[in-house]
C-alpha cells in the first residue's frame, strides 16, 4: 500500500527553506497536510550533505532531520540534557517529571513508574476504553455527520487520563483547557494563559492533598505512596507529574488517532484490509506513528559537541524533527509511502532510548481500541466533502478536525447519566472549529 510521492511547489523551492525551518508553523499542502515540507527540508538536507543545520526562528536553534543524528543524540543524555523538552519553552511554573529530567533523577522517577505504564500494565484500562469509546459512538451514532476527531480522538484520551488519576471523567475539556494554554498559551496568549495554568496547579495542589490523605487504586496514588531506595516523590514533583500524565496522555494520542481516522476515512484499501484481518491494526497504528509522527522534541546542548560533521555549542538548543527523521531514505525504504506490511519498522515517532514517551504502550491501547470499535459499529464512515478537514500544527501536531459522513443507525444505549461521556459530547459539540 503506497501514498504518491507529495509535489514539492514553488514555496518549497527556497534557498533559504532549511534556515527557515519553523515546526510551530509549517507549510500545509494539497492534501492538507506538512508532509511536502517535511519531505522537501528532508531532501534539502540531503543535498546539502548535512542533516543538522541552524534554523533562525525563535532566536535560534538546531534541527536535527536525519534518523542517525536522531539516534546518536538519543544515545548520549549526558550531552544532550533534557531538562528543557520542548522549545519554545511551554509556559510552566514547575519542571515535567520525567519528561523534562536527567539522570539520576530521572531513572529515579521512571523507576517509580515504569511497571504502571508497560505492555501489561496498560492492559487494565482496555475495558474502561472499550466502555467509553462505545459510550461516546452512542452518543454521535444517530447523527450521521460528526466531527470524528474532535468527538471521538479527543474526548478518550481526555477521559481516560482522569481516570488514570482517580478524578472524574467529565473533568476532560477541564484538562484539555489546560493543555492548550501550556502548548499553546506561551505563544499565542502568555498573560492569558496564566490565570488557567495557576487554576491547573491550584487543582494538582488539591488533589494531592487528598490522595495523601484518603489513598485511592489510581495511578497518582500509587506514585504517591511509591518509594525506592527510601525516597518518595516531594510534592513539587509530584505537581510536575500531575502535569506529565495530562499533557503526555492527552496531546499524542488525540493528534495521533485524529489523523490515523482521517486516513481511514479516504483509504478504501487500508481500511478494507483492516476489516479483513484486524490483528494489522497495531502495524497500521505503528506505521502511522511514523508517517504522521505528531511530536518534535527538544534538548539543550551541555557541552560543545559535534554530530553529523557539525558542531554545536554548550547552551543552544537542538530540536530533535521525529517527522522528519522517519522519511529519512537512508533508515526506511520508500520513506515517503504509507506501508502497512513494513519490516521492521524502527520508527522514531515517541522518541528513542532512555526518553522514549513513559506513556508509548497507553498511545497504542488506546488507538486500537478506538479504531477496533469504530470498524464495528462504523465501517464505511468518509470524509465530508463539504466540510474539510483541517492539520493542527504546533509542537504536537496532527489532523484537529475530521468531518465524516455515514449511515445513521440507532445507539445501543442511552448515554445520559454518564457525565463523563455526556459533558465532553456538550463540550466537544460547543467548540470553535
Not at 490522595?211 to 495511578?219: L, N, P, S, V
Amino acid at each position: 500500500m503506497s501514498t504518491p510521492v507529495h509535489a514539492q511547489d514553488a514555496a518549497l523551492a527556497s534557498a533559504d527553506l532549511l534556515t527557515d525551518f519553523d515546526h510551530l508553523e509549517p507549510h500545509i499542502g494539497a492534501d492538507g497536510t506538512p508532509l511536502a515540507y517535511y519531505e522537501a527540508l528532508r531532501d534539502a538536507a540531503a543535498e546539502s550533505g548535512h542533516y543538522v543545520h541552524w534554523c533562525e526562528r525563535y532566536d535560534g536553534f538546531w534541527a536535527v532531520f536525519g534518523y542517525e543524528e536522531y539516534t546518536e543524540i538519543t544515545r548520549h543524555p549526558e550531552r544532550f540534557s533534557n531538562t528543557e523538552p520542548t522549545f519554545p519553552r511551554y509556559a510552566l511554573g514547575e519542571p515535567l517529571m520525567i519528561a523534562g529530567q536527567d539522570d539520576p533523577e530521572h531513572r529515579f522517577a521512571r523507576a517509580l513508574v515504569n511497571s504502571s505504564f508497560g505492555p501489561h500494565g496498560v492492559q487494565v484500562y482496555e475495558p474502561m476504553l472499550r466502555e467509553n469509546v462505545n459510550l461516546l459512538i452512542d452518543g454521535i451514532i444517530a447523527d450521521g455527520a460528526v466531527d470524528i476527531a474532535q468527538l471521538i480522538a479527543r474526548p478518550i484520551p481526555a477521559i481516560l487520563t482522569a481516570l488514570l488519576m482517580g478524578l472524574p471523567a467529565e473533568l476532560g475539556p477541564k484538562f484539555m483547557a489546560w493543555c492548550r494554554a501550556i502548548s499553546e498559551g506561551h505563544i499565542l496568549d502568555p498573560e492569558g494563559s496564566k490565570p488557567l495554568i495557576e487554576e491547573m496547579y491550584a487543582y494538582f495542589d488539591d488533589t494531592i492533598a487528598r490522595r495523601k490523605q484518603d489513598g485511592g487504586a489510581d495511578i497518582l496514588s500509587t506514585v504517591i505512596n511509591a518509594e525506592v531506595d527510601g525516597r518518595r516523590f516531594t510534592h513539587r514533583e509530584l505537581r510536575g507529574f500531575c502535569t506529565l500524565l495530562m499533557l503526555g496522555g492527552i496531546d499524542n494520542t488525540k493528534n495521533l488517532v485524529g489523523t490515523l481516522l482521517w486516513r481511514l476515512a479516504w483509504d478504501i484499501d487500508l481500511r478494507t484490509r483492516l476489516l479483513r484481518d484486524r490483528a494489522l491494526i497495531p502495524r497500521a497504528i505503528q506505521e502511522c506513528l511514523r508517517y504522521y509522527s505528531p511530536a518534535f522534541t527538544a534538548r539543550l546542548l551541555l557541552e560543545d559537541t559535534s554530530v553529523g560533521g557539525v558542531t554545536m555549542k554548550a547552551g543552544q538548543m537542538l530540536l530533535l524533527c521525529n517527522p522528519i527523521a522517519n522519511r529519512d531514505r537512508r533508515a526506511f525504504d520508500h520513506p515517503d509511502s504509507f506501508i502497512l506490511d513494513r519490516p521492521p519498522n524502527r520508527h522514531v515517532g515517541l522518541g528513542l532510548g532512555v526518553h522514549r514517551c513513559l506513556g508509548a504502550h497507553l498511545v497504542a491501547l488506546e488507538a486500537r481500541v478506538i479504531v477496533e470499535e469504530l470498524l464495528d459499529r462504523l465501517p464505511h464512515f468518509r470524509l465530508d466533502p463539504a466540510r474539510p478537514s483541517r492539520w493542527w500544527p504546533g509542537f504536537v501536531s496532527g489532523m484537529g478536525n475530521v468531518p465524516v459522513l455515514f449511515e445513521p443507525q440507532a445507539p445501543r444505549r442511552d448515554v445520559r447519566g454518564n457525565a463523563g461521556v455526556e459533558t465532553w459530547l456538550a463540550s466537544a459539540r460547543a467548540l470553535p472549529a
